[in-house]
């Protein structure tokens, strides 16, 4: 059996393991992928902290924004070839014939499995992908520049379509980290105003050089009538990136009445909702997951175009443990990709 280098976890709330495992094999209908490159997303220290409901079997790999080569194909694969460059997506598979699946709502489809969740994922030199659900990355495109818009990207610029900001509206932004940089730079191309909402002057700065066109931090006085009173009256579309309950209540806050509110964001528990202010205001509050394989080749066409660039730091999968730690505590510039050789 070939080894590889991989970072496991192998339990809850624990350092990830550095360890050798053995290089997996394309069953029917699977591809073997050689990772060149894997973001490292807010939701990798949700997977490993156990945090959700439904929580990961251990041991498991984490690692959804892998980007590599194909290098080798199963039985009956036909979509792609040896040497093609994917990327392994959050969402992994799904069945491609219920409701969901049939009306391109494949995220919530029930047979649906994530990559480096349920599935083993790209925090190694090789794992296994679907062939139907991979990205196709632009020639334009390094692997390194790719790997934050195939969650961070696609997930920000499809929150903001479901915010249905229309061009020349608000689009207010919670949260500026490797999802809300690439949403600030989608919604400017999309014809939005932006105004940006973090607790970090440092991210508040970054939003700034990336064209918002207001800054609040969350941490100084109400920052819902601050966005309120930067916008006359209050954002017409909310994403809430921000892995912070506090940021939730604070979020639907600063929506305009009859406005959309997105959660993104998924840090464990629940939020109180100003249920008269919900009510009296017609303000929708909705959920948005990742995106559909189209707003992925969207969200990518973006940035081989050159309108969106991840700001990225190139780490080696050894130095994991400590990205989490600085991801964790908000010291990330916008996104760490790891760097495979
Ligand atoms: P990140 O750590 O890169 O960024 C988070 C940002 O939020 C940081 O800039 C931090 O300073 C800021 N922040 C923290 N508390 C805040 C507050 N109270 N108000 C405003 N800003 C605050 O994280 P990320 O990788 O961008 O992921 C963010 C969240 O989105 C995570 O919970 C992740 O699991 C989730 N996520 C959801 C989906 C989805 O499909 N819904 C996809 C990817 C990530
Ligand atoms: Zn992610
Ligand atoms: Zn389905």
């Known amino acids: 059996m070939t080894k590889m280098h991989v970072a496991m976890v192998e339990h809850f709330k624990k350092p990830l393991v550095l360890r050798e495992w053995d290089v997996p ?18 939701t990798d220290i949700h997977a490993a902290s156990g945090d959700w409901p439904v929580k990961p079997t251990l ?24 040497g093609d460059r994917v990327g392994v997506p ?11 699946c049939l009306t391109a709502w494949e995220t919530i489809c029930p047979a649906e499995t994530f990559t480096g969740y ?22 334009s495109l390094s692997a390194e520049e790719a790997a934050p818009i195939i969650c961070a990207g696609i997930t920000s610029y499809k929150g903001i379509k479901q915010t249905e900001a229309k061009p020349g509206e608000w689009l207010a932004v919670s949260g500026i980290g490797g999802l809300g940089h690439l949403a600030i730079q989608y919604a400017k191309h999309m014809g939005l105003k932006v105004c940006a909402v973090d607790i970090d002057d440092g991210k508040l700065a970054l939003a700034k050089k990336l064209g918002a066109d207001a800054i609040v931090n969350a941490k100084v006085g109400d920052p819902a009538a601050a966005v309120k009173k930067a916008t006359d009256g209050g954002a017409h579309g909310v994403l809430i990136t921000a892995p912070s309950l506090s940021a939730f209540k604070q979020g639907v806050g600063m929506t305009r009445k009859h406005g959309i509110c997105v959660l993104v964001g998924i840090p464990p528990g629940d939020f109180p909702v100003p249920l008269f202010d919900v009510v009296a205001d ?14 992925l080749a ?24 400590k990205v989490f730690t600085r991801l964790e505590h908000g010291d990330v510039a916008a996104r760490v990709v790891l760097q495979f050789q």
Not at 127 to 136: E, F, G, K, Q, S
Not at 282 to 295: A, H, K, M, Y
């Open 298 to 321: 969207e969200a990518l066409s973006f940035a081989a175009e050159g309108k969106v660039k991840a700001d990225i730091e190139l780490q080696p999968l050894s130095a994991i443990n």
């Open 90 to 100: 959050w969402l992994h598979s799904a069945c491609g014939h219920c409701e969901y």
């Open 59 to 82: 041991p498991f790999i984490p690692g959804h924004e892998g980007i590599g080569r194909v290098s080798a194909v199963g039985a009956g694969v036909t979509l792609v070839k040896e």
């Open 118 to 139: 349920n599935t083993n994922g790209a925090f190694a030199e090789y794992l296994l992908a679907d062939p139907n659900y991979v990205a196709h990355i632009p020639a």
């Open 282 to 295: 017609c303000i929708s509050i909705r959920g948005s997951f990742v995106g559909n394989r189209e707003d």
């Open 25 to 42: 094999i394309p069953g029917a209908g699977q591809i073997l992928v050689k990772t060149e490159a894997c973001g490292v997303c807010h």
